[in-house]
């Protein structure tokens, strides 16, 4: 595996994106500027979400990273971080590409909202009929 002393990738998930920078280091997580267990308080499944590409690969205690994110809520914005992370590891060395492949980190997720139809409350939920 090539030393890198930082490496980046771009991760989007519904309108979530996240910039994720990895440097070498003990393994420490901030994301916007506030340690993974912080930003996702009271949402561990997000923090194991968020950081499922380091524990595929074995690199959980190798980098640090930083990732800034923006849009959408939490469950977005912990997709968009592993996006991220998943897209940098993938950058770092062929074999950990093939794992992140196989595993389906690297896919972006197309799934997004569908939008409000005119004439009806949602996109799919129609107002009550009534024949007379």
Do not use: C
Not at 45 to 63: G, V
């Amino acid at each position: 595996m090539a030393e890198m002393t930082e490496i980046w990738g771009v991760g989007r998930r519904k309108t979530s994106i996240a910039r994720v920078t990895l440097k070498s280091g003990s393994g420490k997580v901030l994301i916007n500027r506030l340690p993974v267990g912080e930003y996702f308080s009271g949402l561990p499944t997000l923090q194991e979400l968020s950081l499922e590409p380091l524990r595929a690969t074995n690199l959980l205690n190798k980098f640090d990273i930083s990732a800034n994110v923006s849009g959408g809520g939490k469950s977005g914005q912990a997709g968009a971080v592993r996006h991220g992370i998943s897209r940098a590891l993938a950058r770092l060395d062929e074999s950990t590409r093939q794992i992140l492949r196989k595993e389906g980190f690297l896919t972006r997720d197309p799934r997004v909202v569908e939008r409000k139809k005119p004439g009806q409350p949602k996109a799919r939920k129609r107002f009550q009929f009534s024949k007379r």
